[in-house]
């Protein structure tokens, strides 16, 4: 099993629904990411949290919320989805990013925005 | 702020060539370096890190790094690729013992090996 578990892997939905992406972790790290790719762009991050109370924006956090729900699970929502919402989106966790420790990746979530 | 710039967003190459895939990037302190890889249809994992000592770092699959702090540099090369190295490149920087501490990434260099 994958140490880093996304949900849906792939999702098309409509403009204005809202969305929710799962990420689930086993490898027992504190610090959890949502990062979006579109091509091109790399990798930009949306959220980050260090720990169950602690969430911070990223770069382009507009349009966009999360919930850390355990140490394990933290979520990415898309309120009201739009188009150019459409990427690849990709969990992460790191145990101590600060002192250059490693990001493990989940294998991505695909959503298309109609 | 840190920023990373990919100087080339494809490289195609041949079987058994050396390749380069260049990154320069620009900070006002002293920062940790990561290259990583993306296969097809693959979340990213990690091919090497620079974070302090010898400059030449070597990672996985025949990689090696070179940091040059005088030209902002960490370049990736290895001196003869295979099929199989056909993958999206990302470098990326993290600032050196900041509060976040988080990876801000280039754009990617998709490096395409030909047979």
């Known amino acids: 099993d994958a140490d880093v578990t996304q949900t849906p892997r792939n999702r098309i939905t409509k403009t204005g629904k809202r969305i929710m992406l799962e990420c689930s972790q086993t490898k027992g790290h504190d610090r959890m990411y949502w990062y979006r790719q579109d091509p091109g762009l790399g990798l930009r991050l949306i959220y980050y949290?260090?720990?169950?109370?602690?969430?911070n924006k990223g770069e382009i956090s507009d349009g966009y919320s999360v919930s850390r729900q355990a140490q394990a699970k933290f979520s990415l929502s898309l309120e009201s989805a739009i188009p150019n919402q459409t990427a690849l989106y990709f969990c992460a966790t790191s145990d101590l990013l600060g002192a250059g420790g490693e990001l493990f990746f989940g294998e991505g979530s695909r959503l298309t925005v109609l | 702020a840190q920023s990373v710039t990919q100087l080339d967003s494809q490289v195609p190459v041949f079987e058994e060539a050396p390749v380069e895939l260049r990154c320069n990037y620009s900070s006002s302190v002293s920062v940790y370096l990561f290259w990583y890889v993306q296969y097809p249809n693959q979340g990213l994992q990690l091919l090497l890190k620079?974070?302090?000592?010898?400059?030449l770092v070597k990672g996985i699959n025949g990689f090696e790094a070179e940091f040059n702090k005088s030209q902002t540099s960490f370049h990736l090369r290895k001196p003869s690729v295979h099929i199989s190295d056909t993958a999206e490149y990302f470098c990326?920087?993290?600032?050196?013992?900041?509060?976040?501490?988080?990876?801000?990434f280039g754009k990617g260099t998709k490096l395409s090996v030909k047979p």
């Open positions: 620079y974070l302090s000592g010898s400059t």
């Open positions: 990326a920087v993290s600032d050196y013992g900041g509060s976040q501490g988080n990876l801000i």
């Open positions: 949290s260090f720990d169950v109370k602690d969430i």
